[in-house]
């Protein structure tokens, strides 16, 4: 009878090993996972900020048609006078 409940105990601490090892390798691959998600966040947010650049320097090139738009009208105000 002690061999049948060491033999028991031994099956059951086997499947706790192996459902163990099937817990490790679903961490390892949400772990991968995760470290893509948060590589392609990082590729979203440098891609914002080039965007946002891209932004500031179309509005720079505005401002600077802009003046020259002014200093072009009041040329031909004085033009007119």
Do not use: F
């Amino acid at each position: 009878m002690v061999d049948n409940v060491e033999n028991l105990i031994l099956e059951h601490l086997r499947a706790i090993r192996a459902d163990i090892g099937g817990i490790k390798d679903d961490v390892r691959e949400i772990k991968q996972r995760l470290t893509s998600l948060e590589a392609a966040v990082a590729g979203l947010r440098r891609d914002s900020a080039n965007l946002y650049g891209d932004v500031i320097d179309q509005q720079a090139r505005y401002d600077r048609l802009a003046e020259r738009l002014e200093r072009i009208e009041r040329r031909l105000d004085l033009a007119d006078g």
